[in-house]
Nanobody
Framework: QVQLVESGGGLVQPGGSLRLSCAAS????????IGWFRQAPGKEREGISC????????YYRDSVKGRFTISRDNAKNTVYLQMNSLKPEDTAVYYC???????????????????WGQGTQVTVSS
């Protein structure tokens, strides 16, 4: 059974850092791209980062470029999102999702992903 479980969210002050984890089970992580998305109240879900199956390609939305870093440890079946210099506008529920890198065309399109985690809340506030 394919499962993705996010963890690491919480409340942090502006300028702080968090590291999100996406633990995968039920499939071989090596063969898939993993994307991170977020959804703030009243807004559409948006893709913010993606890492290809072969580690060679990483993608970031402009709003998080230079502040967030995506990485993966296939031996641990886990993908990470290191988030630094957090801003109040980063407040959202964060999701990870699995995509087929071989057929993926638009890395930030939710329809490119077939399995999703339940999400973890990130709140940036003083």
């Amino acid at each position: 059974q394919v499962q993705l479980v996010e963890s690491g969210g919480g409340l942090v002050q502006p300028g702080g850092s968090l590291r999100l984890s996406c633990a995968a089970s039920g499939f071989t992580l090596d063969y898939y791209a993993i994307g991170w998305f977020r959804q703030a109240p009243g807004k559409e879900r948006e893709g913010i980062s993606c890492i290809s199956s072969n580690h060679d390609n990483t993608y970031y939305r402009d709003s998080v470029k230079g502040r967030f870093t995506i990485s993966r440890d296939n031996a641990k079946n886990t993908v990470y999102l290191q988030m630094n210099s957090l801003k109040p506008e980063d407040t959202a529920v964060y999701y990870c999702a699995r995509g087929d890198w071989e057929t993926m065309d638009r890395v930030f399109d939710p329809y490119e992903y077939d399995y999703w985690g339940q999400g973890t809340q990130v709140t940036v506030s003083s």
